[in-house]
């Protein structure tokens, strides 16, 4: 059973930071792009960072600058490194793996981790 598990999420400062961290019990997790979303209460879901199976990255445009996506494909984790981190930045953060192989698809989600960044 596919399993996508978020940690490092809490409250946090503004100005602070904080690392997520999202393993993936996936066999083929080189082979698919992970992304990391955020969900504001009354907000629909947004794209945050997403890395492809590459390594090439990509950022909304609130986050860029501040935030980083990485992954050990060895560990099958994929990373959020929080910088700089705003009150707008708190939210719901969910990890995603999305993958095409052999003409299926894959997407994934995790249960989502908290942020609140908040004095």
């Known amino acids: 059973q596919v399993q996508l598990v978020e940690s490092g999420g809490g409250l946090v400062q503004p100005g602070g930071s904080l690392r997520l961290s999202c393993a993936a019990s996936?066999?083929?997790?080189?082979?698919?792009?992970m992304g990391w979303y955020r969900q504001a209460p009354g907000k629909q879901r947004e794209l945050v960072a997403r890395i492809t199976r590459a390594g090439s990255t990509d950022y909304g445009d609130s986050v860029k600058g501040r935030f980083t996506i990485s992954r050990d494909n060895a560990k099958n984790t994929v990373y959020l490194q929080m910088s700089s981190l705003k009150p707008e930045d708190t939210a719901v953060y969910y990890c995603?793996?999305?993958?095409?192989?052999?003409?299926?698809?894959?997407?994934?989600w995790g249960q989502g981790t908290q942020v609140t960044v908040s004095s």
């Open positions: 996936i066999t083929f997790f080189p082979l698919a792009a």
């Open positions: 995603n793996c999305f993958a095409t192989l052999l003409r299926n698809e894959y997407d994934y």
